[in-house]
Structures are given as C-alpha cells and as structure tokens.
C-alpha cells in the first residue's frame, strides 16, 4: 500500500521560512516523480514544485521561483520542500504527489500524479 506522509508545515511570519517533508512508503522510490502542490481555499489545486520526469530536472510555478527548493533523498524515500521568503499569498494546504516516471509529459499537471498525502497547512501571517 503506497502511502505519502507531509510533515513540517505550520504558522510563520511573511518573510520566514518552512521546511516540508513528504515521506514515501510501499513505493520503488527512485522509479516515481515527485511533486509539490497547493490548494488554497476555493481554488484549484496547483502545482508548486516537482522534478521532471527524467529526475534530473526540476520545475517551479513563476509564483515561487527563487524562494523554493525541491529536493530529494533516494536513500530515505523523501522528497522536501525548503520554503523562504514565505508571502500571505502562499497559504494553503500543500500536498506531495507521486507518479510513475515511465509518464513523460505535463510534470506540472496535478490529474497525472496516482498518489496524495494528506496534505499539511501552510499558513502565512502578514
């Protein structure tokens, strides 16, 4: 049973900072592309972050582009999201997604991601 576990969010100050963690189980890690999303109240769920689907690329929404990082460990079957500069504007539920790597096109697109977690909260103060 495949299962995705974000941890790590909480309730900042504009300008701090957030580390989210997203552990995988029941998965062949290296084999799926991981994604970050976000989903704020009444609005559609929205890619963030996510790596290509070769692994040696990444992608970022022009919204976050220079204030976070995607990155991930193999070896501990867990993706993360560094956060800074964080904006009232960034609040919102994230979600880690995984999908098969064998699907090639539109990294971005939340439909083509088979597996959720949960989600954590994600709230920014201004």
């Known amino acids: 049973q495949v299962q995705l576990v974000e941890s790590g969010g909480g309730t900042v100050q504009a300008g701090g900072s957030l580390r989210l963690s997203c552990a995988a189980s029941g998965l062949t890690f290296s084999l799926y592309t991981m994604g970050w999303f976000r989903q704020a109240p009444g609005k559609e769920r929205e890619s963030v972050a996510n790596?290509?689907?070769?692994?040696?690329?990444?992608y970022y929404a022009d919204s976050v582009k220079g204030r976070f990082t995607i990155s991930r460990d193999n070896a501990k079957n867990t993706v993360y999201l560094q956060m800074n500069n964080l904006k009232p504007e960034d609040t919102a539920v994230y979600y880690c997604g995984a999908r098969p790597r064998l699907i090639v096109t539109g990294t971005n697109i939340p439909s083509t991601y088979h597996y959720w977690g949960q989600g954590t909260q994600v709230t920014v103060s201004s």
């Open positions: 790596f290509s689907w070769s692994g040696d690329g990444t």
